[in-house]
């Protein structure tokens, strides 16, 4: 049995543990919280009888943890993590898993060292429908073009435009729509088709500093990969690879759901409809699970994640320094 802890009491972590409570083998052993009535009452609903640790160093040497799930804000993901890899726990840490892609290969080298597992916790790289796109990427014929969107009007938007400043749209927090939805459409392109040869980009930014919006034009040596990202906005068009023999569709890129092929001619078929959120957010938690515990077996698809974690990082960071998003320490 694999006991982990969690970092963090936001939505995101009640989600990733419902989603973990599907996998046997893993069991929820303590929350860290900054303060100790908020874990609390974080755990009100879930165990009361767990700990609650207000000290982060604490619970990384605890020894009634082996793992770590990390849901902080951006800016704390690097120095959390590897503060537990020093202490010998396995991390899954939520996207953006670092700031910077020094960073990644920074701990990636750590974690292998010490003989851990170290792994973003992004939804799509742990879908079973991922294969699906790439599977049906032949029958599209030659493709020249695609457009992949994960725009979404964030829950917070109206506080920010009242006078509050939510984390999300702080860039102390190195924040924003770039580096909350836009890694998505980063990590659909960059598993499809991998490093681009360029980037392009561009953003807008709201008063606070942070980007609301953002545009990208990625070039392959055939292929026109244009993305775009939004938190002040809602899509409902979705994304579409496009073929001279049919085009690919997706209702949304980051959960790959509503997935349906348009061939030249003939009706759509739809491949892949959609899962609850917790069944989704088990893929993540047991593929973290399998890797623990079979880490021989799952050796090469632990390392394959790897590398598209790092190509995603440092496709970021050019996408980061061509739109002028900016936190502190670049």
């Not at 009491?9 to 009640?14: E, L, P, S, V, Y």
Request: glycine letters at 8%; one cysteine or more.
């Amino acid at each position: 049995m694999i006991r982990y802890a969690v970092v963090g009491t936001g939505w995101i972590a009640r989600s990733f543990i419902a989603g973990a409570s599907m996998v046997p083998g893993l069991s929820l052993a303590a929350v860290y919280s900054r303060r100790e009535d908020t874990g609390r009452a974080f755990l009100a609903d879930v165990d009361p009888s767990l700990p609650v640790f207000t000290d982060l160093e604490a619970l990384a040497a605890s020894p009634s943890i082996d793992a770590v799930y990390i849901a902080s804000p951006n800016h704390m993901h690097y120095a959390q993590s590897k503060v537990f890899l020093q202490h010998g726990k396995h991390v899954i840490c939520e996207k953006p898993i670092t700031v910077r892609p020094e960073e990644l290969i920074e701990l990636q080298a750590l974690a292998e060292s010490r003989h851990l597992i170290y792994m973003e916790a992004i939804l799509m790289c742990h879908l079973p429908q991922r294969g699906l796109v790439r599977q049906a990427l032949p029958a599209l014929g030659r493709i020249r073009s695609a457009h992949i969107d994960f725009s979404q009007l964030s829950s917070k938007y109206h506080d920010l435009m009242n006078g509050s400043l939510p984390n999300i749209f702080n860039p102390a927090c190195c924040t924003g729509a770039l580096m909350d939805l836009g890694v998505y459409c980063a990590y659909f392109a960059a598993y499809l088709w991998g490093m681009p040869d360029s980037i392009q980009a561009a953003a807008s930014f709201l008063p606070t500093g942070a980007d609301s919006t953002g545009t990208c034009i990625l070039r392959y040596p055939d292929l026109l990969v244009t993305m775009s990202y939004a938190k002040a906005g809602q899509d409902h068009a979705g994304s579409q690879i496009q073929g001279d023999r049919g085009t690919l569709t997706l209702e949304s890129v980051s959960r790959l759901a509503g997935i349906r092929l348009w061939p030249e001619s003939g009706e759509p078929q739809l491949l892949w409809d959609s899962d609850s959120k917790a069944v989704m957010m088990s893929g993540e938690a047991l593929d973290f699970w399998r890797y623990i515990t079979d880490p021989v077996g799952t050796r090469s698809e632990y390392e394959e994640n790897s590398r598209l974690a790092l190509t995603v990082s440092r496709m970021m960071a050019a996408m980061r320094a061509d739109a002028g998003v900016r936190f502190a320490g670049d």
